[in-house]
């Protein structure tokens, strides 16, 4: 059956599962290696922030040969910038390091092993600079990559001295590396006239052709970025892959041969930037009934030692800072610290699940100041739609969580299990269990409202077969799956006839960053509108060379039928063919109804929300502080699945991502500002066997998304990383009866030494119930 009934909703594989698990998809590592192909290695800065002095490249340089070639930033022919918001971020660092991993030298040679000899011959003085490590110290001297922002309600500072209850609260949540199994790699070809031909693990090609091209002085015509598939991006090869190619670039022109840069994974984690780790106070007022009042809320990131995405992502974490509930008056402010370490970057949410943590950890306090339980203060404060807008001023029209909530407990038994736990708790002294629960609000479109457009450029051949390009790139989320069955749908062909290529600069131009969630959104819907070009185009003639009208004309089980005629979709396109009719369309969307104005912090940002909610049940042991997860009971909102199979893998893999950024992954720096846990041995990602015991994960039923998204489908990809704040606060939760109730601090990620913290410390220096003025 080939139509949109049976195509669209279809639980198909992933186009690559097979080739996953055989070695036959290929990474860019896995390419044919051009003759004459050099590999690059970096020289890193071992300093956190000083001056350079002197590079002395003679011994490296000796060992080279003619076969080898070294720079620095002085040789790079075009702009050492690859800045994507503002500028400059240099790719070589220029006269002053700024954090311990950046690169200094590059290299190449003919072999990765002649190229690390010569890098350890490369010397580097340096003149020591003090180094700011830390939020707080960034904050006291006001060093920020871009300026504090606000967004506002109302009177917050009124209505918290009016209010007749208030708490306030602190809380720090660690960053996460993005530990895709493929590193950042990127191989650079030289072509006639001076062109490149740049092959790049990356979400955001585009991005890499213009930077390219930036680094060269080309234009960017001159410069080809393609991908064809990433072995998981995660956000961490949004900006970032953009350094490596560019590097690989700049070798490839000097030295006239092909130049591969792939990094081992203690250089990608030593130089690459992370997921945000955020410093957050909070001061809410409420009423006795647990009614919210006024917040005032303080976050601030370490953004590292340049822009790179930070202040978007301090946007993001604002915009989500109250999840799902309404304050009558609120104050976010948001800071983009300047500290010398990595440039942090995107990752998965995107600064929301940052702000949201904090949202929970509010809520769960005033919960436990007033005793009751936090999901009735949760349901009193939900959104209402038609009456609330937002803190950024934009009206809520669906929402959707109190029926995802009632479902959601009613599925996991919550009442009974609640008991069941006080029971086990009062019995059990070394063990204590918990419950928490997390809804999730999450906006949907790049809040820089021009990145939301896409193109796609669709070949029908004549034998009826299809070739399917489009903006966006495959890191594992289905992304091409997705749309060749939206293609297959459209044309009501077999999803097999539709081929998919790789991302390429010279197929579809001035592409987005595939982030944001919004892939299939953008890239589905401008696939679709191609296929519309062409099956116009195609009607028209059918109807012209053999009657009828043209708008009667279907496209059903991979047959085109008009009125007393019918062709296999093969046959009507070959005529189409021989008539001279045009079987190749460029489609192009861009998302209606959003608007947003930054400087008043108002608009609607978001053209919808996904949203979803979990149960989690922890457990913990009180004298080791380890925790595990009993069960967890997911439900999320996808509108209409176009696969649910797809989805499915998303919101568990989110679920599990998000579990291991709160639980196990650590970030550890030492006092100058080394990263000491650069490799897995030291970085503790979830494994299989960090699953919860019994996991039960649902797509919410759903008649489809009420905006006309691509077939009334949800952005799937990054809201379920939000689900695992349940599994945070259950762990809360548990330590909360370890400490027989009242007040909890807990700092992410819920390590086992963090657990042990917040059980014996006193939150009353964090956690204060404030007397009225
Ligand atoms: N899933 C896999 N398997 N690998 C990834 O790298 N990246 C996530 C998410 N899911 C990722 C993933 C992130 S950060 C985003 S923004 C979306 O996928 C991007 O793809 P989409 O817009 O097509 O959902
Ligand atoms: N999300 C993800 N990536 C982005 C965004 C966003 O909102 N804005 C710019 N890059
Ligand atoms: Mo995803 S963090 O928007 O690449």
Known sequence: MADAESLIGAALAHDSARKHVTGEALYIDDLPEPPGLLHAVLVLSSEAHAAITAIDLTAARALLGRDGIAVTASDIPGRNDVGPMSGPEPILAAGLVEYIGQPIVAIAAPTLKAARAAAKLVRISYERREAVLDIETALAREMFVSPPHRMQRGDAAAALARAPLRLAGELTIGGQDHFYLEGQVAMAVPQESGEMLVWSSTQHPTEIQKMVARVLGLPYAAVTAQVRRMGGGFGGKETQPAIFACVAAVLARLSARPVKLRLDRDD???????????????????????????????????????????????????????????????????YACKTHTQSNTAFRGFGGPQGMLAAEDMIDAVARALGTDAIEIRRLNYLAPGRDTTHYHQPVEDFILPEITDQLLAAAEYAARRRTIAAFNAASTNVKRGLGFAPVMFGISFTTTMFNQAGALVHVYTDGSVQLNHGGTEMGQGLFQKIAQIVAASFAIDVAAVRLQATDTSKVPNTSATAASSGTDLNGAAAEDACRQIKTRLAEFGARLHGGAAGAVVFRDGRVTGDRWSFTFAELVAQAYRARVQLSAAGFYATPKIHYDRATASGRPFFYFAYGAALCEAEIDVATGESRMLRADLLHDVGRSINPAIDLGQIEGGFMQGLGWLTCEELVFDRDGRLRTHAPSTYKIPTARDLPADFRVRILESAGNREPTIHRSKAVGEPPLMLANAAWLAIKDAIAAARGGGAVRLDAPATPEAILRAVTHHPENVVSQKPRP
């Open 268 to 334: 990608d984690m030593m130089i690459t930037g992370k997921r945000h780790d955020f410093h957050i106070r909070w001061e809410v007022g409420y009423d006795g009934s647990g009614r919210l009042l006024a917040l005032e809320m303080r976050l601030a990131a370490r953004a590292g030692h340049v822009a790179d995405l930070s202040p978007a992502i301090v946007d993001r974490a604002m915009f989500h800072a109250l999840n799902c509930y309404f304050v009558p008056d609120v104050a976010v402010a948001g």
